[in-house]
């Protein structure tokens, strides 16, 4: 019998939900490591997601507190854009995916998890990825700790 370890997730079903956004809470800790936040743009910030769909699940975010593209100034875009382009790059030479999904949920219909902070979600990919687990259980597993994979990545998109 083989046992799948997984014991971040209890924390998030058990524990009590954030009530502040972590977009804009974490960066004031300035506690980087702990929040597992990798870069901080002059307008945007990047950081792991603490309850990942894949090991390397990135997201961007504007320092801002917005919840559309359209509040967004040009700056602001651009460099979010940018930071997207270069975590594809720096996922596919530290994790070596099969492929990636880059994307935004805007609303709660659309998946979006905090819907009044605006971010883009950035999922490393490999082939045969989804088990078992999702199918029969709505269960994923990531196979690498998230501070491990934050050490991973720390540092590299200066």
Known sequence: M?????PWRIEYILGEKDRE???CAKPKQNRDRENLILFRGK???VMLNKYPYNPGHLMVAPNRHVSGLNALSTEE???????????????????RPDGMNVGINLGKPAGAGIEE???THIVPRWNGD?????VLADVRVVPEALLA????????LH
């Open 77 to 95: 875009l651009l460099e979010h854009f940018q930071l997207v382009s270069r975590c594809v790059d720096l996922l596919k030479a530290e994790m």
């Open 2 to 6: 083989e046992f799948v370890w997984a």
């Open 21 to 23: 956004c972590i977009f």
């Open 43 to 45: 307008y945007n910030l």
């Open 117 to 119: 902070h605006i971010h």
């Open 130 to 134: 989804t088990n078992f687990m999702t």
């Open 149 to 156: 994979t934050y050490d991973k990545l720390f540092g590299k």
